[in-house]
């Protein structure tokens, strides 16, 4: 009953914080002047949709409905209306002379503000420091986790007294772990991110404590992460899986959460994912710290040898520890070989990584925490890497597949959105991140504007073109969420949540269901796009996590830079 009662307040206090959906689903950021600008609406007797100069009134262009189309995800009968035509403006739509949008924005800087947030709450996720209110802001808050005495779980395996010192590194997500396998993926997103956009990012200031240093502010946030993921690795090479109380914590701020703190087992999985972001970290830092680019490729080969001595040592949740896992179901260890490889290969050009290689197949399938191989085929496929002519044929095939497969659904599903339905899963959102850098991917191989279109697609998702009307980035946005499952957010006493962060999103998982957490059943059998609560007890699909922020910097920043007439990588 109380959960019920708070989801009512909230509800109607989060609608205070909102302005009233018109109807039409887009992008509430807007769009870059050459961006693909799709409105999609509910079925109506209509032929046209007028797009009205904000300014004048007058109506500047009329574009035609499609024929109503059911989208799968969400049962619903919509139509399209492409107003690409838009140049730089601010404009409303209208259908038989009622206003059916929010205002459109037309303007090339529309995600400036949207990435560099998205981004900056890295900054916010930092583990054993205070947040000033210089860098921070209203979310200043004390430090939490000084990780300087980090003990084994369970104790009893490791010598009397064994502890290790193991500060900094980024919160995961809304609870206060530290885990190298989400770290992975993380981290090489954002360094990607920097390799593909490396002028443009030079100069980009955070506000961090570090701006002042020569080493370019991304660089700077995540070496926080790194610092802290080099402190995971033993002596033989091996690295520990999750730093983390043995249960989750209650929803207090980091500085109250004082409960003992462990590492647990070495896993082939941790090894390798921290092996593969060494190595590229490598390649990055070594203009700006040579001696921390020679400490992070030494690390990355002794991980990999350790986990070619430790093939298959997989995670297994210890006995009275409930906290996460980052383990899928019926895991395989290739992906991540074959991640490492690559990266050690591109760095050391050593045959014996290139075994590793050619002795693991890639398929078409979109990068995740639980499978990384797509990482290794956006490498494999970039000819500037210097693989053999016919491996990267063969990637660039494979990611052409699974870039087309997303372009179809772009030009031809009822929304006009790059969404498998096998995407509708815990971290829904994150997915779809990662097809629009699929899709960007396939854009710098083809310069085939499809591609970027999809990307756009995907991106217009989040930002409010779904069936919700909302966008599912905290603080961005005309409708946002206002409750995430974010322990800072919580407890901090600040009516808004942490800016920038991207929630889990829809799906019909429902794992937070239960008496004494979600009480309200906010699943839609059969309609995964519109199975999504704003509330903190719904951690399945309003968490936010370092995985899922990623991808929305890289895709979001990207888009940025392209409308802003950046080269393509
Ligand atoms: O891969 C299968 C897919 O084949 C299947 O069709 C689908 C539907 O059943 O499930 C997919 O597996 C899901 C997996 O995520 C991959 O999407 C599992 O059901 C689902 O339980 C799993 O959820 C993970 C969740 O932890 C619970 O383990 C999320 O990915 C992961 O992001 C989340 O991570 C947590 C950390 O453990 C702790 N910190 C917060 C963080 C975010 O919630
Ligand atoms: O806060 C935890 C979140 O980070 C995890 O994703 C989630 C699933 O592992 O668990 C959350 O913690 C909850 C715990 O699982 C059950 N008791 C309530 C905790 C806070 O919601």
């Known amino acids: 009953m109380r959960h019920l009662i708070t989801l009512i307040i909230m509800a109607t206090l989060a609608n205070a914080q909102t302005t009233k959906s018109f109807g039409a689903k887009i992008n509430q950021l807007g769009y870059g002047e050459q ?62 002379g009622a206003r ?97 956009f490396e002028k443009e990012l030079q100069k980009l200031t955070l506000n961090i404590p570090e701006s002042k240093s020569k080493t370019p502010d991304i660089l700077e946030e995540v070496r926080w992460n790194l610092d802290w993921m080099l402190t995971m690795q033993d002596s033989d090479g091996g ?28 896993t082939t999985p941790a090894a390798l994912d921290f092996a593969a972001v060494m190595a590229q970290a490598s390649r990055i830092y070594k203009p700006f710290d040579a001696k921390f680019s ?37 895991e395989t260890v290739k992906d991540e070989f074959l991640w490492a490889a690559t990266e050690l290969y591109i760095s050391t050009k050593k045959k014996v990584y290139m075994q590793t290689i050619d002795s693991i197949p890639f398929g078409p399938h979109a990068p995740w925490w639980g499978d990384v191989s797509f990482l290794a085929v956006y490498r494999l496929a970039d000819s500037k890497n210097g693989f053999n002519k016919n491996l990267t044929k063969a990637a660039q095939d494979t990611l052409l ?15 006009g959105l790059p969404i498998f339905k096998e995407n509708w899963v815990w971290g829904s959102n994150s997915a779809i991140a990662n097809n629009g ?70 799906h019909e998982g429902g794992q937070d269901i239960k008496p004494g957490n979600c009480e309200v059943n906010y699943v839609q059998k059969g309609k ?13 699909s309003n968490e936010v996590a370092i995985n899922w922020n990623a991808p929305l910097v890289y895709l979001a920043g990207a888009l940025h830079f392209l409308n802003n007439g950046a080269k393509t990588p």
């Open 35 to 96: 961006a693909k600008k799709i409105l999609v609406y509910r079925d109506i007797d209509a032929q046209a949709v007028e797009f009205r100069d904000l300014a004048s009134g007058k109506a500047v262009l009329t574009a035609p409905l499609s024929a109503p189309a059911a989208w799968e995800h969400s049962g619903e009968m919509v139509r399209k209306a492409d107003f690409s035509a838009l140049k730089k403006g601010l404009y409303a739509a209208y259908i038989n």
């Open 100 to 196: 059916i949008s929010d205002n459109i924005v037309v303007q090339n800087n529309a995600y400036e503000g949207l990435f560099k947030s998205a981004l900056k709450w890295f900054y916010y996720q930092r583990a054993s420091t205070a947040l000033s209110p210089e860098f921070a802001g209203k979310w200043a808050r004390a430090a939490g986790h000084p990780d300087t005495s980090v003990y084994y779980y369970p104790e009893s395996d490791m010598p009397e007294g064994w502890k290790i010192s193991s500060p900094k590194g980024w919160y995961d997500a809304g609870d206060y772990g530290k885990y190298i396998v989400n770290s992975g993926i993380s981290v090489f997103t954002i360094l990607e991110f920097y390799e593909h």
């Open 239 to 266: 690295v520990y899986h999750k730093l983390t109380t043995a249960r989750f914590c209650g929803h207090i701020m980091p500085d109250m959460d004082t409960a003992k703190r462990y590492v647990v087992m070495k």
């Open 294 to 330: 020679q400490r992070a490729l030494a690390a990355a080969e002794k991980a990999f040898e350790w986990a070619s001595k430790n093939p298959f040592v997989l995670f297994k949740q210890p006995e009275g520890m409930n906290t996460g896992g980052y383990h899928p179901n019926g």
């Open 401 to 415: 597949v699974l870039a087309n497969n997303l372009s179809e659904l772009t030009k031809n599903s009822a929304y």
């Open 437 to 506: 850098l699929v899709l960007l991917h396939a854009y710098y191989l083809t310069k085939d504007k499809n591609y970027l279109d999809g990307a756009q697609r995907a991106l217009d998702y989040l930002l409010g073109a779904n069936p919700l009307d909302i966008s599912y980035v905290t603080g961005h946005g005309n409708r946002v969420p206002m409750d995430p499952h974010h322990r800072p957010s919580e407890a901090d006493g600040i009516f808004e949540p942490v800016p920038g962060m991207l929630v889990g999103g829809p």
């Open 528 to 540: 995964p796009a519109l199975s999504y609560i704003d509330h903190n007890c719904s951690y399945a």
